[in-house]
């Protein structure tokens, strides 16, 4: 892996046809809107997932680029292999033998994260592992949701007392950062919080690249579809339904929006994280090719239109990003076959069609940003 001394600011140009690009939790999972313009939005943690994903989807799980904020996964786990494998201790783990009345029962509670019990040689035997890290909190918070019996519940509790975590010390700290960005490609590229109170401490990163949400060129309009399945889920449903078996459902879909996200790449921040030009390589690979791997009938047809990139001979950048930004503009096209006359005053008037693709919108050719380009500032052009 290779460093580099270059600024970078990007402009991301992707578009939805009949789809949900981002819905928001907080609204029935409807497309995000600006509710003061109507203009759609798209989150930067929404794009940074579709990213992670796409490493994820061509590097595997395989270090340096696995990923830590991914799908199902327990963030405090990673901390604690990094600190194993750096040989640092993190503190004395608990373990009591498990009375042979009380396995059985214990084997099928369904422990919580940092709790386990290990099966010993012979039947109906074992041990009950209370981690050093493990968050005592959560785990008596189970225990009153679980309420297991109280000699298991008194079991479990003179277990976990005995686990004594340690604190890591300001350079444990340290190398565990610098661990957790050497192993993590969303950490070095995007940054991390990894002050985690259930795992040992490694620390918090500012990562080099940074996205702002993506907002649409014109206001969208979303809309709102009945939907039918030719199935119910259980018996009563179809007892209800006398046979007939059908579930009816809704799906909200944006008919079409062109959208425009903004991101940056510090070369001093990639200095400290270790990001490297690999990384930026694979960065602008997964911008480029991230929806061609994100199917689904709910997201409609998304398509990433433009990358357009600007690289910097510096560090420090040769000009202000906004102003690089202005060059690049996003246009609708007249409608020509929809302009109309007013006889009565003899005065054209347009009467323009929604926008319904890519071909609806003129995007400044790159020839032309060239030419408003400062000195010092270079354009490459993706897609």
């Known amino acids: 892996m290779s460093n580099f001394h270059n600024r970078y600011d990007f402009v991301l140009i992707f578009d939805v046809q ?30 940074k997932r579709k990213i992670r994903n796409y490493v994820q989807l061509t590097k ?17 786990r990673a901390a604690v292999i990094a600190f194993k494998e750096l040989g640092i201790d993190t503190g004395q783990e608990s373990r009591k033998t498990v009375p042979g009345d009380l396995v059985s029962t214990i084997q099928e509670l369904g422990l919580p994260e940092g709790i386990e019990f290990e099966p010993g040689e012979e039947e ?35 277990v976990l007392k005995d686990a004594k975590p340690r604190k890591p010390t300001a350079e444990e700290t340290e190398r565990g950062r610098g661990k957790m960005c050497q192993d993590y490609y969303d950490i070095r590229t995007f940054g991390a919080v990894m002050a985690l109170k259930s795992a040992p401490n490694c620390g918090q990163v500012r990562g080099p ?26 018996e009563a449903e179809s007892e209800k339904q006398s046979g007939d078996n059908r579930t009816m459902g809704r799906k909200n ?22 990001f490297s030009k690999d990384d930026l390589k694979l960065l ?13 009938a709910a997201r409609g047809l998304m398509s990433t239109r433009k990358l357009i990139i600007f690289e910097h001979e510096n560090a420090l950048g040769k000009a202000p990003a906004h102003a690089l930004f202005d060059l690049v503009t996003v246009k609708r096209k007249k409608d020509e076959s929809n302009a109309l006359f007013d006889l ?11 926008a319904r693709s890519f071909a609806d919108y003129t995007v400044t050719p790159a020839a032309e940003i060239r030419a408003g380009l400062p000195q010092g500032v270079t354009l490459i052009e993706m897609l």
């Open 18 to 47: 009949d789809g949900n690009p981002n819905g928001d939790p907080d609204a029935g999972n409807l497309p995000r809107i600006d509710p003061e313009t109507g203009h759609g939005i798209v989150t930067d943690v929404c794009l």
């Open 60 to 76: 595997g799980f395989l270090r340096p680029y696995d990923i830590y904020v991914r799908e199902k996964a327990v963030l405090g």
């Open 124 to 158: 109906a035997s074992g041990e009950l592992v209370v981690a050093p890290d493990a968050d005592k909190k959560a785990i008596n918070a189970w225990l009153k949701d679980a309420k297991p019996s109280r000699q298991v519940t008194q079991f479990i509790k003179t």
């Open 209 to 234: 690249v940074q996205l702002t949400f993506a907002r649409s060129v014109d206001p969208v309009v979303t809309l709102e579809h009945s939907i039918t399945r030719m199935a119910v889920a259980t």
């Open 253 to 274: 879909t944006i008919p079409y929006g062109i959208y425009v996200a903004h991101g940056f790449v510090s070369a001093h921040l990639a200095a400290q994280t270790g």
């Open 284 to 296: 602008w690979e997964a911008l480029c090719n991230m929806f061609e791997h994100d199917r689904s």
């Open 344 to 354: 009565a005053t003899v005065e054209r008037k347009d009467e323009s069609k929604p």
